[in-house]
């Protein structure tokens, strides 16, 4: 039944094309839906409890994203740089977008200067004078709402705020608004030395078209090392045209899925392309090489028939590519419960598009190579050992694991301490910013704005009282001032705002301009009196209408998530302490919960990796019928993610949204190797009881597809590297670095690991093909439960004999016994040893046994056991079932104690034949009982 | 009779213009037309004014978007030397009580502001004359030379196109400063006042920036007919589009009486001890012959 889905593709061949047309034609009309969604919100989760309060925080004191329009001139302060900056200002005002323009045209100035206190615009107009100039530029200096926000320290720097109404109906808003400010900006350029915007609509807009330079980038680049993968391991075109197809198709399908589901394309899936073609070939790479194993191999039946080779591709390679697309699957599903919309919209893409790739590698490989499959592969021809890097590098794995099995599981064993303290050192950090490489124009000029203002990076400390006007009061203005000397004192936040800062500016200026006086008056009604020199629009980000609120506004340029975080942290605690029990506190921002979120990462970092641990160790229990099997399917993955983390940490790579998903992804993909190895191992376990010779010709076998597939990868996900984005870029980097480790892991530690230990594989217990009345009759199986007899069949080894075959020769000494499954043996005693003459002793049939007793003791055979039509008889040797006793201590006992009873029956037929003087030599078959 | 019947004729047709059309109006130029304005509506000598200021921002709706509402009293005297006394007090809210504002302008336009703020402890601060160009007076949306009135002889005026709104007939008379000392203070490159045709009171104002930008619109309303040409307008409406804001006076009460804007109280002494509002005192006795009080709506 089983095969009989996998080979759907090469039976019904017409009826998969028509499926698969039907299905790509119904993607290809999802895609025109297919948004993009370059937003922060997708970088805050959903279950942040600071949310609601930000939305209403936001609401009320505006937006803290604001776009920065960045002027740098040593000139500045002259008649006609303050002109050109007219001009740029009143274009800016211009645009429909933008709501409200502030620069030092706009702003409002409070002064006290000869006697008379001036309340007015900064700049109400370009200076006609230099001297009007130089009056203003004293004005903004002196003024520490401007000096930070407005203009640098020197003079030299100022900004223009520019705040922006979002339509977010419309997916090219920001690419237009960026482009609309740079159109304005562009005229200025020539009268300022430097002059550049940064803020959302720029950074989301450079997202986007970083985004789509990476699909346009990215996909051919995959493609690329995909077919010079496949033609370097294959060394056929043919090959290579196939993983594309298959990709291909999983791609738009995938992207047809995103579009008719609204999950939006983000940086992180528009990586999809080359994941689907890096992952989904290796898929194509196993099968193609069991193909090309059937149709150029030994097998005669098959060998040179396109059909019986597919055939013999399904039979070899379905369940394992049934099982590892399951487990490549789960290792991106395990994202689907991120908190991060980012994460989470690229986890159901990703493993979406990993299962329908398995679909469609199932429904496409087996159809086209039925119709189109080249007849020979030279690389195929014969079994060729390795040979080149591969060869030297599976020698010395042999060598290492064989001479320094314990030095090197040490070695392992140290060098994943020593990876995990690094790891210990891993930092988070979730900055939109940092997803741009270092050397993108955006994060210079981001760091440029930092030194000569302040950071664009904006959050606020909110302060709510029920008392009516509470902000009226100084002590409650008094706090604020001390929030801000707290702040000060942790030197990592670049400027502050609130309204004891306007209060104190007018306090200062109504004493004649006296620093002393920057402070809070002593009566509530002179704050109140103060205040009256402010517009509404002055106060708007710092007090509340009713004044029951006040805002601090912090602006800062810290990346590093976890550093912002520990003093956020330490923030919200002196706000606390200083606010009092009267006063609510919230320190809220978008940038704080973007960063917040960070946090989450490693712990959903942690918890999906444990999930997906967890699930792999279930799937792999079951695989190899004991836990056992599924530890020892775990451990050589755990080492290459131990190692990667480490790596991480000693690199100073920090945790982000990209390589937050390494691990969990490179477990998924790293695991086929482990099931390909195990499995290969097992089927080589039943042909030799030299368990360590199975290990050897395992690794032999699977070392050239394991170390050419996971290549294929490493150069996969290396092509991520070229990517816009750093996050993808160390994603590329780590996953491939991942991949070399699971190599050395997979071929150094896994062989070290499975010559200790001997598994049976599920499928091969439901795939045996025994029939169910040799089982249930023979008494080698009395007592035991179906499933149980066929495991303990999977234990013993197989032999197929053909008719005139000596199972058991007369005089040779032997520790087997025999079960017939299937076919006819004769038992004839030879008189003498060399003589001619013998007498039939016994016919057996299946279900019977023989040979049990040079089983239990040493001794010359007997009789000759000949087949006298074609046999398959299992073969239970006593060195092999003694090993098997330590792994499968209740199948192994179980079936000695039928031994024992089988032998007991003998032994009191042979009594009774004794007495009946009808003895037989011992070990042969009385065969008139038979 | 033909005689008779030829001026009889005459006076018909002259009635039949004169009803149609206000004598002269078609001829009028801008500065014509403000001559009827000043001297139809011409600054009352002595008023005395008590109003409500309504600040009101752009956000929210309804309700929410009152932020401010402030309460005061405004004393106006117009001198016979062509000298102007404003002083202005606040009421409330409480906090504020007290607050005041002294401004002198004399004959020549040149105007001296006084900022008295009671918690400051008689502390008084000249403030920059008009408060400072493009300043905003207490955070409202009018600069002290909106709410201060106009020397004529320091703009010119220039009629525009005629306008009709609302079936409302308009003068559209562009305003621009004149002397040096108006180009120096004012923070308006130009303003453009339109004007009914039916009672020649400033409807709407417009107000633009040097470089001719626009920056806000004053517009009255409520208006009444006090005696004869005279209108006042009740409310007084400001417009800051750039701002998100609004600034509303409303006039509670107003009265036309030298006995409520008595010469002696335009000092600092008296704004600093009788600045807090008596209704036992206020309004002061009528003395006989004062001009007619206009009843609040």
Not at chain 1, 484 to 511: C, M, P, T, W, Y
Not at chain 1, 572 to 581: Q, R
Not at chain 2, 191 to 215: C, G, P, Q
Request: with cysteine; charged share 25%; glycine share 8%.
């Amino acid at each position: 039944m089983f095969q009989r889905i996998l080979s759907f593709g090469a039976r019904r061949r017409l009826a998969s094309l028509i499926f698969l047309l039907v299905c790509s034609c119904a993607a290809a009309t999802g895609l025109p839906r297919l948004a993009v969604d370059t937003g922060f919100n997708s970088l805050i989760s959903d279950t942040h409890p600071d949310k609601a309060v930000y939305d209403r925080v936001s609401k009320e004191f505006g937006s803290d994203n604001a776009t920065i329009v960045f002027l740098r001139d040593p000139e500045l302060w002259s008649v006609g740089k303050l002109a050109a900056l007219d001009r740029l200002h009143r274009r800016l005002e211009k645009l429909p977008f933008v709501e409200r323009v502030e620069s030092l045209f706009s702003l409002q100035s409070i002064r006290e200067a000869e006697g008379e206190l001036a309340a007015q615009a900064l700049l109400p107009e370009v200076p006609k004078e230099q001297a009007e100039v130089e009056r203003a530029r004293d004005d903004a200096l002196a003024n520490p709402l401007f000096v930070g926000n407005f203009i640098s320290k020197d003079g030299a720097a100022t900004a223009i705020n520019l705040t922006v109404r979002e339509d977010r109906a419309d997916d090219n808003f920001d690419r237009k608004a960026t482009d609309a400010i740079e159109a304005a900006l562009s005229p200025a350029r020539g009268d300022f030395e430097q002059l550049f915007q940064v803020g959302p609509p720029r950074i989301n807009a450079e997202l986007k078209s970083s985004l789509f330079d990476d699909l346009i980038l990215l996909g051919p680049l995959s493609t690329l090392a995909l077919t010079l993968s496949i033609l370097l391991f294959f060394r056929s075109g043919f090959a290579a045209l196939i993983p594309l197809i298959t990709a291909s198709l999983s791609i738009l399908w995938t992207f047809g899925m995103m579009g008719h589901a609204g999950i939006p394309l983000n940086i992180l899936s528009a990586m999809l392309p080359s994941l689907i073609l890096v992952i989904g070939s290796t898929e194509d790479a196993h099968m193609l090489a069991a193909y090309f194993q059937g149709v150029s191999g030994e097998d005669e039946e098959v060998a040179g028939d396109r059909k019986k080779a597919v055939g013999f591709m399904l039979r070899h390679m379905g369940v394992p590519l049934v099982l590892t697309v399951l487990t490549t699957g789960l290792g991106f599903a395990s994202n689907l419960f991120s908190d991060i919309g980012l994460i989470r919209d690229f986890a159901l893409a990703s493993t979406f598009a990993i299962f329908i790739n398995g679909v469609i590698t199932l429904l496409v490989v087996p159809m086209i190579l039925a119709t189109f499959g080249p007849l020979s592969n030279k690389l195929f021809a014969a079994h060729a050992k390795s040979k080149g890097m591969t060869g030297a590098l599976v020698r010395f794995f042999d060598y290492a694991a064989t001479h320094f099995s314990g030095l090197t599981l040490a070695v392992t064993g140290g060098l994943c301490l020593f990876f995990l303290y690094f790891a210990a050192q891993l930092y988070v950090t979730n900055d939109p910013l940092s997803y741009f490489r270092t050397d993108h124009p955006l994060v210079a000029q981001t760091h440029r704005v930092h030194r000569d203002l302040a950071g664009i990076k904006v959050f606020y400390i909110t302060l709510e009282s029920d008392r009516e006007k509470a902000f009226q009061l100084p002590e409650n203005l008094e706090k604020l001032r001390k929030i801000k000397k707290f702040l000060d004192s942790q030197k990592v936040f670049d400027k502050s705002l609130s309204v004891a800062d306007h209060i104190g500016l007018v306090n200062r200026e109504f004493h004649g301009g006296n620093p002393y006086y920057d402070r809070i008056p002593a009566s509530r009604e002179l704050a109140a009196q103060y205040l009256m020199f402010f517009h509404r629009r002055d106060l708007e980000k710092v007090l509340s209408r009713d004044l029951k609120r006040a805002n601090i506004v912090v602006r800062h340029n810290i990346t590093d998530s976890h550093t912002l975080n520990r003093y956020v942290s330490e923030l919200k605690k002196a706000v606390n302490e200083i606010a009092g029990s009267e006063i609510r506190t919230h320190v809220v921002g978008e940038n704080l919960m973007v960063n917040r979120s960070a946090e989450t990462l490693l712990v959903a970092q942690v918890e999906s990796l444990g999930l997906l641990l967890f699930i792999i160790f279930l799937m792999m229990s079951a695989m190899f019928t004991s836990f056992k099997g599924g530890l020892i399917a775990l451990i050589p993955n755990l080492v290459p993610i131990t190692l990667m983390f480490g790596f991480m940490g000693l690199a100073g790579i920090p945790l982000n949204p990209g390589t937050a998903m390494v691990a969990v992804i490179a477990v998924g993909i790293a695991i086929d190797d482990t099931i390909h190895l195990l499995s290969r191992y097992n089927e080589l376990c039943r042909r030799t009881s030299d368990y360590a010779e199975a290990v050897r010709q395992t690794v032999h076998e699977e070392a050239a597809p394991v170390i050419s597939t996971s290549l294929a990868l490493v150069l996969g996900f290396g092509m991520l590297l070229f990517s816009n984005f750093n996050i993808v870029a160390q994603f590329g980097a780590l996953s491939a670095a991942t991949m070399l480790f699971a190599i050395i892991s997979d071929l150094l530690i896994t062989p070290i690991i499975i010559s200790r230990v001997r598994l049976v594989g599920l499928s091969q217990i439901l795939e045996m093909d025994v029939s169910r009345k040799v089982l249930e009759e023979s008494p080698l199986f009395q007592d035991m439960s179906y499933y149980q007899a066929r495991k303990a069949v999977l234990i013993s080894k197989l032999g197929e004999y053909r008719t005139g075959d000596v199972l058991v020769e007369q005089g040779t000494s032997g520790r087997s016994m025999y079960l017939i499954l299937s076919g006819r043996v004769e038992v004839h005693r030879r008189e003498e040893a060399g003589g001619e003459g013998s007498i039939h002793l016994a016919t057996l049939e299946s279900g019977e046994i023989f040979g049990e007793i040079g089983y239990i003791q040493e001794s010359e055979r007997t009789a000759d056991v000949v087949a006298v039509e074609p046999v398959q008889a299992l073969i239970f040797n006593y060195e092999k079932l003694k090993k098997d006793l330590k792994f499968f201590p209740n199948t192994v006992a179980k079936l000695n104690f039928n031994i024992s009873r089988i032998l007991g029956e003998r032994l009191a037929e042979v009594v009774g034949g004794l007495k009946a003087n009808k003895i037989s030599a011992k070990g042969a078959w009385p065969d008139e009982e038979k | 009779m033909t005689f008779f019947s030829h001026s009889l004729r005459a006076i018909l047709f002259l009635i039949a213009v004169l009803t149609v059309v206000p004598v002269g109006a078609l001829e009028l130029d801008g500065a014509g037309v403000m001559e009827e304005v000043f001297q139809r509506h011409r600054i009352a000598p002595y008023v005395y004014e008590e109003q409500t200021m309504v600040l009101l921002d752009g956000r929210g709706d309804g309700e929410e978007r009152t932020r401010d509402v402030r309460h005061l009293r405004r004393y106006t005297r117009a001198n016979g030397d062509g000298s102007l006394k404003h002083m202005m007090i606040f009421d409330r809210p409480e906090e504020i009580r007290g607050s005041g504002f002294l401004i002198h302008k004399s004959p020549d336009g040149e105007a001296r502001a006084t900022l008295y703020l009671p918690a400051l402890k008689k502390k008084f601060q000249s403030v920059a004359q008009g408060g400072g160009r493009g300043g905003r007076f207490m955070g409202t949306d009018f600069a002290l030379e909106d709410l201060v009135g106009e020397d004529p002889a320091a703009f010119r005026y220039v009629r525009a196109e005629d306008l009709q709104s609302d079936e409302i007939d308009y003068f559209v008379i562009d305003v621009f400063p004149q002397t040096e000392r108006a180009k120096r203070m004012s923070a308006y490159g130009r303003r453009r006042h339109l004007v009914r045709r039916d009672n020649f009171y400033i409807a709407r104002t417009d107000y633009f920036d040097r470089s001719d930008r626009f920056v806000k619109t004053r517009t009255h309303h409520n208006m009444k007919q006090v005696k004869g040409d005279l209108w006042r307008a009740e409310s007084i409406l400001m417009d800051h589009p750039g701002a998100n804001h609004k600034s509303l006076i409303r006039v509670e009460r107003r009265v036309f009486s030298p006995a409520y804007v008595p010469d002696h109280i335009f000092t600092r002494a008296w704004l600093a001890q009788n600045r807090l509002y008596d209704p036992d005192r206020l309004p002061p006795p009528s003395p006989p012959g004062s001009a007619a009080r206009v009843p609040a709506e």
